[in-house]
């Protein structure tokens, strides 16, 4: 199976439906909330900056643009109209944000108009990022800001001990939905090669906290999956969604993964095209 967040609007409609709420529920956990405010705050940008988050999903992240990173405008673009429309209806009464459907690979916007561009958990989705970040630069300001984040997925993991099976749900999940695992790993190379200077590099820890509701999506998504593939009968996926909640009812669950983000500038003197390898 293909990542479906490549091509998530050719998607049944439920499908993207699900996805959106699994994004909603990431968006709003304080552990996720921490990770964007740590390498949103303190960019510098100018009064009056104009924001675009490529690949806005369900828009809570394009909002941090304005309340966390401090533009005065902030625009989304994102292929999914399930995901737009419902970013249009979260953030409904407030006229400084904007969403339209759009591809991070081609947008409308043009050149040396923009002050940050925000990539945060879009990469590791992409075939052929570096389509994406060329087109970031493109459409930045001279001295403009690239913000990056996404998952080291290689680290996620509900693994509480030696040959746990829900583990092995998780290792599924980022199998079926990620195509990038190493994207963090291997972004300073593209950045540079396009002519990005390299600003902070940051690691974050996230640790399910709460109710986990959103490892507890990745759990049950996987679980369907697993079943729609034939790996498991259904009563085996049930039993392993339910194990999952008779963790957090004991205290005893536990999910995790790092996050990387990277903030990088286009030089005053940019060049407007890509850099020759
Ligand atoms: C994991 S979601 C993240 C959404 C949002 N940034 C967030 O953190 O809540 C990845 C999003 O990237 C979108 N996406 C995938 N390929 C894209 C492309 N070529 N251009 C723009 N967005 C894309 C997907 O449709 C999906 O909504």
């Given at each position: 199976?293909?990542?479906p967040?490549?091509?998530?609007?050719?998607?049944?409609?439920?499908?993207?439906?699900?996805i959106a709420?699994?994004?909603?529920?990431?968006?709003l956990?304080p552990?996720?909330i921490?990770i964007?405010?740590?390498?949103?705050?303190?960019l510098?940008?100018p009064?009056?900056?104009?924001?675009?988050?490529?690949?806005?999903?369900t828009?809570?992240?394009?909002?941090?643009l304005?309340t966390?990173?401090?533009a005065?405008r902030?625009?989304?673009i994102?292929?999914?109209?399930v995901?737009?429309k419902?970013?249009?209806?979260?953030?409904?009464?407030?006229?400084r944000?904007?969403?339209?459907?759009?591809d991070?690979k081609?947008?409308?916007?043009e050149d040396?108009?923009?002050?940050?561009v925000l990539?945060h958990?879009?990469l590791c989705?992409?075939?052929g990022?570096?389509?994406?970040?060329?087109?970031?630069?493109r459409?930045?300001k001279?001295?403009?800001?690239?913000?990056?984040?996404?998952?080291?997925y290689?680290?996620?993991?509900?693994q509480?001990?030696?040959?746990?099976?829900l583990?092995?749900?998780?290792?599924?999940?980022?199998?079926?939905?990620?195509?990038?695992l190493?994207?963090m790993?291997?972004?300073t190379?593209?950045?540079?090669e396009?002519?990005?200077?390299?600003?902070?590099?940051?690691?974050?820890?996230?640790?399910?906290?709460?109710?986990?509701?959103?490892?507890?999506?990745?759990?049950?998504?996987?679980?369907?999956?697993?079943?729609?593939?034939?790996?498991?009968?259904?009563?085996?996926?049930?039993?392993?969604k339910?194990?999952?909640?008779?963790?957090?009812?004991?205290?005893?669950?536990?999910?995790?993964?790092?996050y990387v983000s990277?903030?990088?500038?286009k030089p005053?003197a940019?060049?407007?095209?890509?850099?020759p390898?």
């Amino acid at each position: 199976m293909s990542d479906p967040y490549s091509n998530l609007a050719s998607e049944e409609k439920a499908a993207q439906a699900r996805i959106a709420d699994a994004m909603d529920a990431r968006c709003l956990e304080p552990a996720q909330i921490a990770i964007r405010k740590a390498y949103l705050t303190d960019l510098g940008l100018p009064e009056d900056a104009y924001a675009v988050e490529f690949g806005s999903g369900t828009g809570h992240v394009t909002r941090d643009l304005i309340t966390t990173a401090g533009a005065a405008r902030a625009h989304g673009i994102e292929p999914s109209p399930v995901m737009v429309k419902r970013a249009k209806e979260h953030v409904a009464a407030d006229a400084r944000l904007s969403f339209a459907i759009g591809d991070a690979k081609r947008t409308d916007l043009e050149d040396a108009s923009v002050d940050l561009v925000l990539m945060h958990t879009l990469l590791c989705h992409v075939p052929g990022p570096e389509d994406v970040i060329g087109e970031a630069f493109r459409v930045l300001k001279p001295g403009g800001i690239l913000a990056v984040c996404d998952g080291d997925y290689d680290t996620a993991t509900a693994q509480i001990a030696d040959f746990d099976p829900l583990d092995q749900i998780i290792r599924f999940m980022i199998n079926q939905n990620v195509t990038n695992l190493w994207i963090m790993r291997q972004i300073t190379g593209m950045l540079t090669e396009f002519g990005f200077e390299l600003g902070a590099r940051r690691g974050h820890g996230y640790v399910a906290e709460g109710d986990a509701a959103y490892f507890l999506t990745v759990i049950d998504r996987g679980a369907d999956r697993m079943v729609e593939t034939g790996i498991l009968f259904r009563e085996t996926a049930e039993a392993l969604k339910r194990e999952a909640r008779s963790r957090l009812a004991a205290n005893r669950f536990f999910g995790f993964m790092s996050y990387v983000s990277h903030i990088a500038l286009k030089p005053m003197a940019g060049l407007n095209e890509r850099r020759p390898v």
